[in-house]
């Protein structure tokens, strides 16, 4: 018998992973490839592709010190020429008969991927083969790909306050004899404040981990192999093992948790941490498990450490929201990927890939974003996916943007983030109304406004702020389609003001701001 070949994927570094249930040492082996594909089918970040390559690589050596056989493929710094490109190539060259003198394996075992492509590939090179590929459900989640579509069944809106106290009940999370800690769901609203105009103050900085010689020898890869790609690793200090996210989520815990909630709305220019936790990237890749998350918060606001409305805000984050949008990825794909509801059509503004931009907000962002490959979710929101909005970038673009500039990226996650909550492509699956708002909701959670050259509460003349000018573009522009949408009436009614000669302004600085842009 030849054993059964286990593939690992570069998302699914977790020893305790459905994968390895019933793996035998002495039959089976462990299959690992580094494939150019995964870095330019969208124009990947520096240290996206880097935290990937040197958390498989880790990954890959901790098997190895536990005696288990890893068939391991790694990216050379120059392209070789008959290399395989594909994941699907790859797989395709390690079943061959010959490979390596070995028999094709009795089955090919893998954990759900994270992306429909990659599923779908997966399914080609062993269908091919004709070798049997035993996809495993992946127990990282709390809830499953089923109990979602179970969740969703019959229901006409899709709601994540719905999805997300089952949830807490069933897993007893935050819960007190049954009802719910504090006396309510959601603290939501204790958790909007801004920081005051002397700025957030001494900022404790989340711990870093220094290179070691397999991550400084990726680098070296990355920047000889995908010197053209954007971003930088002049910074890099990601978690890489599971170690390290464990300390990374030690420290969130016991520093900056306590004010996460009252400030997680927040955005102040330079700081580019602030109280965030940082640890979406290590939950991603597997390295952490988000039950030792929700519970490591749950024991601080237990033992007086953290305020319940910023432990009932991040375990919100974990237990809820990344849930639930996977739960929508799986449940809609591939089809969802393509929707447009608001009818977007503008190429993506090429600044979003230099920073070079007169306006505060945004280059401060994607500043930050090519610098460390991060941005916190209101930046994400309510600066760079709240301009592509109003501008109205197709979906399809800016999904591609976010899935190569963040080292959190993996499509079931970010798809339905960007299309759904962030553009409102989906329709309104995501989000119950479009997250629009004009550059006085930026000059009001942040100090980027202080000092730009554009006015946040001008929407015409030379120093008009963008924003403005957008949005109420962005409002007349799906007038029709809005008032359908009993969230927006008060957004519609402040539009019904406008005299018609100041909207016909407006609409003529948004056409000119667009065209300048092209």
Known sequence: MAGSLVLILGDQLDRRSAAFDGFDPARDRVWMAEVAEESTHVWTHKARIAVFLSGMRHFRDRLRAEGISVDYRELAAKPQSKEPTTLAAALTASLAPAAKGRQPPDRVVVVEPGEWRVLESLRAAAAAAGIPLDIRPDRHFFSSRDDFAAHAAGRRQLRLEYFYRPLREKFGVLMDDGEPAGGQWNFD????????????????TPA?????????GV???VNERFSKHPGSLADFDWPVTADDARRALDDFLAHRLVNFGRYQDAIWTGAPWLYHARLSQAMNMKLLDPRDVVAGAERMWRKGKAPLEATEGFIRQVIGWREYVRGVYWHFMP???RRNALGAD????????TAATEMNCLKDAISQ???FGYAHHIQRLMVTGLFALLFGVRPEEAHRWYLAVYVDAVEWVELPNTL???QFADGGVMASKPYCATGAYLDRMSNACKGCRYDPKKATGPDACPFTTLYWDFLARHEKLLRRNQRMTM???NLDRKPAADLKAIRRQADTFRDGLA
């Open 369 to 371: 974003t090519l610098r």
């Open 346 to 353: 503008r190429d993506l503004p090429g600044f979003y890939w």
């Open 189 to 204: 609203v204790e958790n909007r404040g801004a920081f005051p105009k002397s700025g957030p103050g001494k900022l404790p």
């Open 420 to 422: 759904g909550m962030s």
């Open 491 to 493: 957004q519609l009614k």
């Open 335 to 337: 089809e969802y990927e």
């Open 208 to 216: 870093r981990f220094e290179p070691d010689a397999i991550t400084r």
């Open 219 to 221: 680098i070296d890869l």
